[in-house]
């Protein structure tokens, strides 16, 4: 089985947005943002968005009996597997989380861990934020350039000059993963069995996919500061935080060079928006056959992963993935900038359906349901507060 060779990383090229307005019974649809557009017509580059380096804030673990723990209880240490390893091990026992849950992932934990971290971290950090929301959906903003198959959703609410973007599942997705069964179910399942055998486990109890420890960060790109939270797969017993921790992931040997160009062109840029946006730089790689038997390991860096993908035609890369980034959140606050307090509204990428737009829905009220407990609007507040008695604006606001 072939791996692929490391390359250099090259630079990208961003573009700029547009925009439309339509009206639609219901819902009223706000001005769109132009995914692709043609280069700059004087031939000059395209501005850098900057990415500030994440900064580890806060932490928690997650369970299924017991909640939220605020500690670091599901932090796991990475022990080498032997190899080869089964990852159908354990399967008929593995519990799954709800896959027809459209809302999957609260924001509520991500509040409630820097308000535990103590000395008023919560307040000055949320008084400094112009953003808050899940990894996984700013790693779908970083892709979106070059993503030609996979809907996203998501809904924000401006609350207190913070944008906060909840996570979403579209209804084609729920559907998708409900008729999932068999071998394609057994597949999904083969990602959490390499995490156990990353760390040690013995399948002496059932693996739940619901037990997970969470990092919180603050970071920024462009003008915007975002705190984000995501999960972490394991550390390395040495580094604290984030220069401890690890990604596991795991994806069929590969044989042929379109095999590879298919890993480097979609695979890696998943991985590396996954894995840039919290700070992760370390990617263990489990190489399986189809049976989900491992036979090799490799670790990836993730500021590397650019360079593998960077010899094929239209090549994905950051300095694009970041301007997208920058222009959506930009682009985005200038709509809730304008519409009532309180308005809630839908984010959509459709790429079979949308003309390389993504397009911004104001549902009738009551549409989409409140996602913030009162604990969060109360800590936004007191946040804004504080911003207000120091003079000081959010990044974008």
């Given at each position: 089985?072939?791996?692929?060779?490391?390359?250099?990383?090259?630079?990208?090229?961003?573009?700029?947005?547009?925009?439309?307005?339509?009206?639609?019974?219901?819902?009223?649809?706000?001005?769109?943002?132009?995914?692709?557009?043609?280069?700059?017509?004087?031939?000059?580059?395209?501005?850098?968005?900057?990415?500030?380096?994440?900064?580890?804030?806060?932490?928690?673990?997650?369970?299924?009996?017991?909640?939220?723990?605020?500690?670091?209880s599901q932090l796991k240490?990475?022990?080498?597997?032997?190899?080869?390893?089964?990852?159908?091990?354990?399967?008929?026992?593995?519990?799954?989380?709800?896959?027809?849950?459209?809302?999957p992932a609260d924001v509520?934990?991500?509040?409630?861990?820097?308000?535990?971290?103590?000395?008023?971290?919560?307040?000055?950090?949320?008084?400094?934020?112009?953003?808050?929301?899940?990894?996984?959906?700013?790693?779908?903003?970083?892709?979106?350039?070059?993503?030609?198959?996979?809907?996203?959703?998501?809904?924000?609410?401006?609350?207190?000059?913070?944008?906060?973007?909840?996570?979403?599942?579209?209804?084609?997705?729920?559907?998708?993963?409900?008729?999932?069964?068999?071998?394609?179910?057994?597949?999904?399942?083969?990602?959490?069995?390499?995490?156990?055998?990353?760390?040690?486990?013995?399948?002496?109890?059932?693996?739940?996919?619901?037990?997970?420890?969470?990092?919180?960060?603050?970071?920024?790109?462009?003008?915007?500061?975002?705190?984000?939270?995501?999960?972490?797969?394991?550390?390395?017993?040495?580094?604290?935080?984030?220069?401890?921790?690890?990604?596991?992931?795991?994806?069929?040997?590969?044989?042929?060079?379109?095999?590879?160009?298919?890993?480097?062109?979609?695979?890696?840029?998943?991985?590396?928006?996954?894995?840039?946006?919290?700070?992760?730089?370390?990617?263990?790689?489990?190489?399986?056959?189809?049976?989900?038997?491992?036979?090799?390991?490799?670790?990836?860096?993730?500021l590397k992963l650019p360079?593998?993908?960077?010899?094929?035609?239209?090549?994905?890369?950051?300095?694009?993935?970041?301007?997208?980034?920058?222009?959506?959140?930009?682009?985005?606050?200038?709509?809730?900038?304008?519409?009532?307090?309180?308005?809630?509204?839908?984010?959509?990428?459709?790429?079979?359906?949308?003309?390389?737009?993504?397009?911004?829905?104001?549902?009738?009220?009551?549409?989409?349901?409140?996602?913030?407990?009162?604990?969060?609007?109360?800590?936004?507040?007191?946040?804004?507060?504080?911003?207000?008695?120091?003079?000081?604006?959010?990044?974008?606001?």
């Amino acid at each position: 089985a072939k791996s692929y060779r490391r390359l250099e990383p090259r630079k990208g090229v961003a573009a700029p947005m547009a925009a439309t307005r339509r009206v639609v019974s219901e819902q009223r649809w706000l001005t769109p943002l132009r995914v692709r557009l043609e280069p700059e017509a004087d031939g000059a580059a395209p501005r850098a968005s900057p990415y500030r380096e994440p900064v580890e804030l806060a932490h928690f673990s997650k369970t299924r009996k017991r909640g939220n723990e605020y500690d670091n209880s599901q932090l796991k240490r990475y022990l080498r597997p032997s190899l080869p390893c089964d990852l159908s091990e354990g399967y008929e026992t593995f519990r799954d989380r709800d896959r027809g849950d459209s809302h999957p992932a609260d924001v509520t934990p991500i509040f409630e861990s820097l308000r535990r971290a103590g000395r008023g971290l919560d307040e000055r950090e949320l008084a400094a934020a112009d953003v808050l929301t899940w990894r996984g959906n700013f790693a779908k903003v970083l892709a979106t350039p070059w993503n030609t198959r996979d809907t996203w959703h998501m809904e924000a609410e401006l609350v207190h000059g913070v944008t906060v973007l909840n996570v979403v599942e579209p209804e084609e997705n729920v559907r998708r993963e409900a008729k999932r069964q068999g071998h394609e179910a057994r597949m999904c399942y083969w990602g959490f069995s390499f995490e156990e055998q990353c760390t040690g486990g013995s399948y002496d109890q059932p693996i739940d996919c619901l037990n997970s420890f969470c990092t919180v960060v603050r970071t920024g790109v462009g003008r915007h500061r975002l705190i984000m939270g995501g999960e972490v797969d394991c550390w390395d017993g040495e580094r604290q935080g984030l220069a401890g921790y690890i990604e596991l992931k795991t994806t069929r040997v590969m044989d042929s060079a379109p095999q590879v160009a298919r890993f480097e062109r979609d695979k890696l840029l998943k991985w590396w928006a996954q894995s840039f946006s919290t700070g992760v730089r370390r990617i263990l790689v489990g190489f399986r056959d189809d049976s989900g038997a491992v036979l090799k390991l490799q670790t990836l860096e993730t500021l590397k992963l650019p360079g593998y993908a960077a010899r094929h035609p239209g090549a994905w890369d950051p300095k694009t993935a970041l301007h997208f980034a920058d222009r959506l959140l930009t682009w985005l606050r200038q709509h809730l900038d304008a519409l009532a307090p309180g308005t809630r509204v839908r984010l959509e990428y459709e790429p079979r359906r949308a003309n390389w737009e993504v397009r911004c829905a104001e549902p009738a009220a009551g549409t989409i349901r409140d996602f913030l407990p009162a604990e969060a609007r109360a800590a936004l507040a007191r946040a804004a507060a504080l911003r207000a008695a120091s003079g000081v604006g959010t990044p974008s606001g």
